[in-house]
């Protein structure tokens, strides 16, 4: 389909241009959230051979590997910082080719329920202005990648109800494992596909759900056990996550919030695309169009709307909760959303009468020219942190500083500090260690710095460099 001949041409193309402001800009500032941070950090050093698929490290100098979370995510990133090299911008890339995927996906599904693409460009618009969507790019989390897996596995599923070849139920498995061997158990929400269809439509028998099931899990388990059973250091590694990451959440060992935070923030996050959809079904009858019927894609609407529960509900068991995990489940509230109003944009659309198109046409390229303009000029400019990347930065270009500077106690916790320093400079900075270079680093204007330490002259915001 050619979007140039077609009514929907000036939706898409604003569409567009949310994408680039609210997601691309800050994509491609500098500063990241510690957990990106941290999953870059890895990712650029695998690619540089330090650590190992199933043990990666963030510095070479410190003993310590990452079993937080499986590792395929940051795998994928360091394919692009092996490719690439080490820039700064390498990350960043990879954070937008899964913004790129995940559009794709919403479009590919939405088309296959709705057979047009006319309205494709809304529950893209809703996922694009939900802000933890767009805080979740420039953050680098692993949930972009889980939504990604996760789409694939519903459109595979969508597949196999359109020609009945269980290579796709295959396929979905297959994708489901991604998500697992991405973020863990939190991906494999998409198992519960067949059986949310089923109680939606009814179509299949209750066996043949089953089977479905079967199938779609049975294929990830079956993966998963191959990779931990013929290789030893994948079990090993998994061991170490369950240790550490989930037992441990579980047990509330972890961070501790209310028991129904994921919830309420859910709600919050999603307040926004559901405020948009009230108003335009309140178009509907404001414009006399109550002849449109939805009941078509009531169903479809209330079948994702379930698959965006069952990706969010099942975390209340876990004292262990954060806002970016509902990352997953919000494009498929955007697509069930937008099906309650897709004949109406698609009736509003196709009789839009031709000036109104061609004023539509002329704002939405000048603000997809505009935004385009501001991603370049926002380009490698500071986006956050920009204090702590600017006391890094003078640390690492003073002519002594090596590889190694300790700190104090009290900023043992301070992880976007060491992590800045080892992502963006390839020094490391952490507490103290045995034989620890000449070099400590305290917070500004801190009392008892070790006997023998003078301060060294540099204009730092955050911190004070001593020199023994």
Not at 354 to 369: D, V
Not at 447 to 467: H, M, Q, R
Request: one cysteine or more.
């Amino acid at each position: 389909m050619n979007l140039l001949n077609k009514k929907s041409f000036p939706f898409f193309i604003f569409t567009g241009a949310v994408f680039l402001i609210l997601i691309v800009v800050p994509l491609f500032e500098t500063g990241m959230f510690l957990d990106g941070l941290i999953y870059a950090t890895l990712g650029r050093n695998l690619s540089e051979g330090i650590g190992s698929w199933w043990f990666l490290k963030n510095t070479h100098l410190l003993e310590a590997t990452f079993h937080e979370h499986p590792p395929l995510g940051i795998w994928i990133q360091s394919f692009l910082f092996y490719i690439f090299g080490d820039y700064f911008w390498v990350e960043r890339l990879h954070a937008f080719l899964l913004a790129l995927l995940t559009v794709s996906g919403i479009i590919s599904i939405y088309k296959n329920i709705t057979k047009t693409y006319v309205s494709a460009w809304f529950p893209v618009l809703l996922w694009s202005i939900t802000g933890i969507i767009f805080w979740s790019f420039e953050g680098n989390v692993l949930e972009n990648t889980v939504s990604v897996f996760t789409l694939g596995a519903v459109g595979s599923f969508f597949y196999y109800k359109n020609n009945k070849n269980k290579l796709f139920l295959i396929l979905s498995g297959l994708l489901i494992l991604g998500a697992f061997l991405t973020k863990g158990p939190v991906g494999l929400f998409p198992w519960g596909i067949p059986f949310l269809y089923w109680l939606v439509f009814r179509e299949d028998s209750f066996f043949g759900m089953t089977l479905s099931v079967l199938i779609i899990a049975g294929t990830t388990l079956l993966g998963l056990g191959l990779i931990l059973f013929f290789n030893a250091a994948a079990w090993e590694s998994f061991q170490l996550y369950l240790e550490a990451q989930l037992f441990s959440s579980l047990k509330g060992e972890r961070l501790v919030v209310e028991r129904y935070f994921i919830i309420k923030r859910t709600i919050q996050e999603l307040a926004p695309m559901i405020v948009l959809c009230i108003l335009i079904l309140f178009l509907k009858y404001k414009f006399n169009l109550q002849k449109l019927r939805e009941e078509k894609y009531l169903k479809y609407s209330l079948f994702f709307v379930l698959i965006g529960l069952s990706a969010t509900l099942p975390m209340v068991i876990s004292p262990k909760q954060l806002s970016f995990y509902i990352v997953p489940s919000i494009p498929f509230f955007a697509i069930g959303l937008s099906l309650l109003v897709h004949s109406i944009l698609e009736n509003f659309i196709l009789n839009l009468n031709k000036k109104y198109f061609h004023i539509l046409k002329a704002f939405s390229l000048l603000l997809f020219s505009g935004s385009i303009i501001f991603v370049v000029l926002r380009f490698g400019q500071p986006g956050r942190d920009i204090d702590l990347q600017a006391d890094i930065a003078k640390i690492h270009h003073h002519p002594e500083t090596k590889n190694l500077i300790h700190v104090p106690n009290e900023l043992s916790q301070e992880w976007s500090l060491f992590s800045y320093a080892y992502r963006n400079h390839h020094f490391t900075i952490a507490p103290k260690v045995e034989n620890a270079t000449r070099f400590y680093l305290a917070k500004k204007g801190a009392k008892n710095i070790p006997e023998g330490y003078a301060k060294v002259p540099l204009d730092l915001k955050l911190y004070d460099l001593y020199k023994k």
